[in-house]
């Protein structure tokens, strides 16, 4: 999977195949000439292109009616290209090139940084000079970004294509697998609860607003954390943490997102008008939560790495890259006093565990919810929210942490 970042735009986009036929494109570019597939084949031919200057790898060819042909894997002259998957045939058609259904992503804020060791050997020599040559030993590369919970938008409801789900590349990468249920009620289930080993590729673009350049970090063997930011009044926010491997600067085409098709592609604001189930309930046996609260009020739910992974840098005499390593989280949900009535009272639950489940949004293809299973209750701290007396309620997350989708 290949991921390309733009730093100046402040925009991420994903690279991953989407299922043929599917007419959602992100952000497109006029291109030069026509494309011709015969029957059953992954090369296409073109008549008057200019494919080294206009079409990039990773991105994906539409034909003029915008409906998705496929995704580019090699660009072997002005006139050829290889992509997947296979075509049925056509000819002489106008065309485009994209980004793909669910892959451009606005993030909120981002940083970026690269870091380099070496090692420093001073030669000594007469006493008028010395000679000193400093050498490289491990680069690599690091990034984080905010962006908005996704919804599952128009594939709800049926039987859903994980191509198609939003940021799954995202998902995967940081160690989280996609589940899918299928049918009249169809959902997506985004789970640590089944690793995922899935690394990304990341093209990394550095330049101010007012410069043209195709100048691209590449990095490889990426690896990310989530943290997971649930306030009330805002959107869900996620915020990716990646590392990965520095490997080369090229001149790349550069593809730009349609930054203002984003806006309808994110889940709805955490709010009393769209939550309709806000349940903190208590492990009494090891089966089912019996007692606690139902529909308690929150003002804020924030997971660091709820995703559960830690990455580490390793190099061994085969490859460079990040280890994955299960680790224990912390959630804290902030809670207004009145809704800790006499049937929960969380000094009496220390060292409890407790599931923790939240949903919002009213509208199939809009709706989320956020599923902690086992949280055990570690500490309560005194708190406001607003002038109200509130509570915060700090877990150790000791199982699984699910968001599903639809």
């Known amino acids: 999977m290949t991921v390309k970042f733009h730093e100046d735009a402040i925009i991420l986009y994903g690279v991953s195949q989407v299922a043929e ?7 497109s570019a006029v291109t030069t000439g026509t494309i011709t597939v015969a029957g059953a084949a992954t090369a296409v031919t073109g008549v008057g292109t ?35 998957p296979a075509l049925e045939a056509f000819s002489a058609e106008a065309f485009a090139t994209g980004l793909g259904p669910k892959n451009a992503l606005a ?24 000679d000193e040559e400093t050498v490289i030993t491990d680069k690599y590369a690091k990034f984080d970004c905010e962006v908005f919970l996704p919804k599952l938008g128009t594939i709800a409801g049926a039987d859903p294509v994980e191509s198609e789900v939003p940021m799954t590349d995202w998902f995967q990468s940081s160690g989280m697998a996609i589940i899918l249920s299928t049918g009249s009620a169809g959902y997506v289930k985004i789970s640590n609860g089944q690793a995922s080993n899935e690394y990304m590729s990341i093209e990394v673009r550095r330049s101010s607003p007012d410069i043209a350049t195709d100048k691209a970090f590449v990095m490889s063997n990426c690896r990310g954390m989530i943290d997971l930011d649930g306030t009330v009044g805002t959107r869900c926010k996620l915020k990716f943490g990646y ?5 080369e600067v090229v ?18 604001s955490i709010k009393s008008t769209t939550v309709t189930l806000s349940n903190l309930e208590v492990y009494i046996d090891e089966n089912e939560p019996t007692v606690g609260l139902t529909n308690f009020c929150f003002d804020k739910v924030l997971a660091p790495n709820t995703d559960g992974y830690e990455y580490d840098r390793y190099l061994t005499s085969c490859e460079d890259g990040w ?11 902030t809670i207004i006093e009145d809704s800790a009535d006499a049937i929960y009272n969380p000094n009496d639950h220390l060292e409890d565990n407790h599931r923790l489940q939240i949903d919002y949004g009213n509208v199939v293809g809009e709706m989320v919810s956020l599923t902690w299973h086992k949280l055990q209750l570690a500490n309560v701290t005194t708190s406001t929210v607003a002038k109200y007396a509130g509570q915060d309620l700090a877990f150790r997350n000791v199982s699984t942490f699910d968001i599903t989708l639809s």
Do not use: M
């Open 107 to 130: 993030a909120l804020n981002l940083n970026y940084s690269t870091e380099i060791t070496s090692e420093a050997f001073t030669y000594v020599g007469d006493e008028l000079s010395r």
């Open 251 to 268: 001149q790349k085409t550069k593809l730009v997102a349609d930054f203002q098709s984003q806006k309808a592609d994110f889940a709805p």
């Open 50 to 84: 200019l494919f080294l200057a206009e079409v990039a790898v990773g991105s994906y060819l539409y034909t003029d009616a915008g409906l998705l042909s496929c995704q580019v894997e090699e660009v072997t002259s002005d006139t050829a290209i290889v992509c997947s």
């Open 21 to 27: 036929g599917t007419s959602a494109i992100q952000s």
């Open 243 to 247: 590392s990965g491997n520095l490997d």
């Open 323 to 333: 280890s994955k390593g299960a680790t224990p989280t912390d959630v804290t949900a």
